[in-house]
């Protein structure tokens, strides 16, 4: 293998069935020029950089899309800071400092709706210009199939509306939070269910209130062993109590009552909805729901565990 770089550019946020397709293109030109492939994703997300009010979230944070990308083929991931200055930069200048500078590209590869430079100002064929002028190849790929259903948008929203499991059909794996366990209220303990309380990292793209079916890892510090539970998860202020303000994510590993996992990371991969947010008038009934909450959770997750695409 020479020390040519294919790279291939884009958010990639996700890593849904659309990113998947241009990096098994990027990997085959590649192979073919004996080359590594890079693939480049921008972070922050640009949306969140220039229109920071209408950026609903990331799908996935760096370490975990970094997993997906090199799972996709990637040799190497690269992360493109996307900063007010780098926004503002030309098409020639961004070739020049990113792509030349950074990435140390000699083949490009972009899908064809690819736009950089300020103002979105560069497409494909300014791209093609600067090769060019600068001495490196440029390979477009048309995406085929439904550019719809291959849409970080689409699976944002699917997320925003709590419908994790047909935003898990387009990413092709389960929607991921993964934070740090860190102490709550301990009101879980007190009525027999414990729950581990999540402080949800990088900004990744938290479900609607309701309660969820999961699948929670744990991961051992020391040892680094991973231990993974099915579990139902409580997402929102709990209205039955007065005293909870803020939005919480707390996930109840089924089953486990003296699970001690405060410090620890976890990652919760969802499955599906169990049932939208709601106040119940006492504990009484509060109780009686969360038996039957993780009930459904079971059975969501043994159907999840046992389908074909598992």
Partial sequence: MTNKNVVAIGVFDGVHAGHKYLINAAKKIALNNEA????????????????????????????????????????????????????????????????????????????????????ASGNVETLQTLGIKFGFEVEVIELAGDSDTWSSTRIRTHLINGEVDLAGQLLGRPHRLVGEVVHGDHRGRELGYPTANMAVQDNVIIPADGVYSALMTAIEPVTNDKRVFPAAVSIGTNPTFDDVMERRVEAYAIGQENLDLYGQVITLDFIKAVRPMEKFAGITELLAAMASDISKATIQINDFLDSPSH
């Fill in 36 to 119: 590594k492939l890079v693939v480049a994703s921008f972070h922050p997300h640009p949306v969140s950089v220039l229109r920071p009010e209408s950026f609903l979230g990331l799908i996935t944070g760096p370490d975990f899309r970094t997993e997906l990308l090199k799972s996709a083929g990637a040799n190497r991931v690269e992360f493109i800071d996307f900063t007010k200055t780098v926004s503002q930069m030309s098409p020639d200048e961004f070739v020049e400092v990113v792509v030349l500078g950074q990435l140390k590209a000699n083949i490009v590869v972009i899908g064809q709706n690819f736009r950089f430079g300020a103002k």
